[in-house]
């Protein structure tokens, strides 16, 4: 049954934010499980989420990459280190021939 409510919609949401802690990145595809972290200066980002509105969340997250690391992925875990994986997704490959930075901006969408 589809939900009906922004009311509920905006509780599943929320939820979905309280689990999903810290973001990553991987340099191999997420899916049931997840992708590979980069070593070196990366490390998972805390992430704030937004107010729910209409069962929308956000946040962002600026992880520092190392040189020659490609990141072709992003997800959610529920801590720091080890933790668990929740959710991620495929990204355009971007490669780091030097080290940087790559913002990474999530949304939730509970419909």
Do not use: C
Not at 80 to 87: H, I, R
């Amino acid at each position: 049954m589809p939900i009906q409510t922004t009311a509920q919609k905006n509780t599943l949401a929320t939820a979905y934010g309280a689990a999903a802690t810290h973001g990553a990145v991987y340099t191999t595809a997420p899916g049931a499980t997840a992708g590979t972290e980069p070593t070196g200066v990366y490390a998972r980002k805390p992430l704030t989420w937004s107010a729910p509105a209409n069962g929308v969340i956000t946040a962002s997250a600026t992880f520092d990459i190392p040189s020659g690391v490609t990141v072709v992925g992003t997800g959610v875990h529920s801590a720091l280190t080890a933790g668990t994986y929740l959710d991620g997704e495929d990204v355009t490959a971007q490669a780091f021939a030097s080290q940087g930075t790559l913002t990474v901006n999530y949304t939730y969408t509970q419909e």
